[in-house]
Nanobody, 121 residues
């Protein structure tokens, strides 16, 4: 099995920055796409950003120019640098990784446990 462990959430003032990390562990052969999603109270989970194994990125319009997704393939880790944070960025942030296990010849989706990000004065 695979475990994804997230870190880096917290409380920050508007205009501030946070960096989220999500590390995968287990019998991992490789990881295809990685991504970050978020869910605010009373709303559906939404895509924030994704990154392919080759480094191609995709962002939600609401975070373009403020958030940067990156990955370290050797460490099985995906990062989300969040700058110029706004109150509307407040949500639980979840990472997602498409993991190919050593025992299963196709990628499977795994989710992190979620980390709270609160942007408030």
């Amino acid at each position: 099995q695979v475990q994804l462990v997230e870190s880096g959430g917290g409380l920050v003032q508007p205009g501030g920055s946070l960096r989220l990390s999500c590390a995968a562990s287990g019998r991992i052969l490789s990881i295809d796409a990685m991504g970050w999603y978020r869910q605010a109270p009373g709303k559906q989970r939404e895509l924030v950003a994704t990154i392919t194994r080759g480094g191609r990125t995709n962002y939600a319009n609401s975070v373009k120019g403020r958030f940067t997704i990156s990955r370290d393939n050797a460490k099985h880790t995906v990062y989300l640098q969040m700058n110029s944070l706004k109150p509307e960025d407040t949500a639980v942030y979840y990472c997602n990784q498409e993991v190919v296990l050593t025992t299963v010849p196709y990628p499977r989706n795994y989710w992190g446990q979620g980390t709270q990000v609160t942007v408030s004065p």
